[in-house]
């Protein structure tokens, strides 16, 4: 019996450390549990905590680049009220400002019509990129002005020749007139500020090589940055030396370089302006030899105007023919037929109306020819 019993102590101690364990192991169980909860409520927790990353600003600036002007600046809700205290406002208009306010109305109320033109729908972001001291509100109710006064001044000066010619089908088509210059007047107005901000993108773009070179001279000569920008500002370099006069006068109220930069990246139509400050905001943030990197954008530049020289080349040879065409041939070709019909034998009774006709025709053909290699022409 003793021999037994020796031989089942092993087995009895075997047994006790197993129900040992797991009576033990249920109860760490939980604990690990609780822990592990404890953790991943923790890491939500910082996840939430934690500021969501701010997208670097020339990510910002590349999406700027290729965004439409809608996408940019969302169009505010107009309010013609504000109309009334707009400084720049009485300040351009003076005397027909005060028409303005004696019909206030009606108006408003062409205003608010010329508003909802097809060609005005990006004037938010025109009227910054032509630089035109004036709020929405405010041009849309100077353009309204100016056509209507536009309107009133042909419909007597029409009336008047009338009356004087002593010609009643005259005086009757003033109303008409008057009505055709109102509308031609008010889509000229809703459409000018894009025209001025083209204008003022081909002015930038012919001066922006130069006033590279001159930045990244001064910049590897050893002046600051904010120096050089300064004195590029100071140049005579037209349309961009506003520019840079305006980003100057924003970091002189408060905003750091890089986010008067982004104010121009908004407002600028000039896709060689917007390459430029990309690259110069990605190498201040980035810490990069500045002077090299203006070098290379202005030789980039150089590069693309000369290209758009030589496309212009090749169009303006297509123009010159076409302008040959409609200029010295069709000209010659109407007269000598018109002439050849007024014959005895051949006695055509061709009114004259219609030669005249054809011949403002050909004038308003010349002029079209003339504006489209206007617009064509690229910055030299």
Sequence with gaps: MAAREKKGEPRLEELKETVEREEGAPKAAPEARERGEVDRIVE???????????????????????????????????????????????????????????FEKPVSLFASIL????????????????????????YFVSAALLS??????????????????????????ALPLGILAVVISAVGGAIYPSIRAGERAIAIDRELPFALRQLATEVKAGLSFNRAIASVAQADYGELGVEMRR?????????????????????????????????????????????????????????????????????????????IMVAVVAPVTLTVLSAVIQLPLIAANVPQALIVLAFMGIILGIGALIFVTIRLEPAM
């Design 247 to 323: 980003a100057i006068k924003d970091t002189e109220s408060g905003a750091t370089t890089e986010e008067a930069f982004s104010r121009v990246l908004h407002r600028a139509k000039s896709r060689g302006l917007k390459r430029a400050l990309i690259q110069i905001i990605r190498s201040l943030r980035t810490g990069g030899r500045l002077s090299e990197v203006i070098s290379s954008i202005a030789d980039d530049v150089a590069f693309e105007t000369r290209m758009s020289i030589r496309d212009f080349t090749e169009v303006l040879n297509l123009i010159s023919v076409v302008y």
């Design 115 to 138: 508003s909802r033109l097809p060609v005005a729908r990006n004037i938010w972001t025109d009227l910054e990129a032509a630089n035109i001291p004036l709020g929405v509100e405010a």
């Design 44 to 102: 939500r927790l910082k996840k939430k905590e934690a500021p969501a990353p701010k997208p670097e600003l020339a990510e910002v600036a590349d999406r700027l680049l290729e965004a439409r002007p809608e996408e940019i600046k969302a169009a505010p809700k107009l309010d013609f009220r504000r109309v009334a205290v707009d400084a720049a406002f009485r300040e351009q208009m003076k005397s027909l400002g005060k028409l303005y306010f004696l």
């Design 148 to 173: 209507l006064a536009t309107g009133a001044l042909v419909a007597a000066g029409v009336a008047l020749l009338g009356v004087a010619l002593n010609d009643y089908g005259i005086a009757t088509a």
